[in-house]
């Protein structure tokens, strides 16, 4: 059974940078597919970033302005965000595309 375990959301100021963490358990992680996905209040969830063994890919949410990526021995994956607006607010969700798994979400505010 696939576990994720978002953390390294919090409160950040206009044009600040966070890292996100996803932990992954349960999966032969060096070999999955993975992604970032985000839920801004009275939204759906868009996709942010996606990483597969064989490269990433991004979203137009917030394409030019995040970094997806992954360290295969710590079964994480991260996502670097810069240059954040308010309108990045939102719960941050990671999400494995085999199992269909995901995480409990993380939170991001972000104050003009």
């Known amino acids: 059974q696939v576990q994720l375990v978002e953390s390294g959301g919090g409160l950040v100021q206009t044009g600040g940078s966070l890292r996100l963490s996803c932990t992954a358990s349960?999966?032969?992680?060096?070999?999955?597919?993975m992604a970032w996905y985000r839920q801004r209040p009275g939204k759906g969830r868009e996709l942010v970033a996606g990483?597969?063994?064989?490269?990433?890919y991004y979203g137009d949410s917030m394409r030019g302005r995040c970094t997806i990526s992954r360290d295969n021995d710590k079964s994480t994956l991260y996502l670097r965000m810069d240059t954040l607006e308010p309108e990045d607010t939102a719960t941050y969700y990671c999400?494995?595309?085999?199992?269909?798994?995901w995480g409990q979400g993380t939170q991001v505010t972000v104050s003009s």
């Open positions: 990483a597969s063994p064989g490269g990433t």
């Open positions: 349960g999966s032969v992680f060096s070999s999955a597919a």
């Open positions: 999400y494995d595309v085999a199992s269909k798994t």
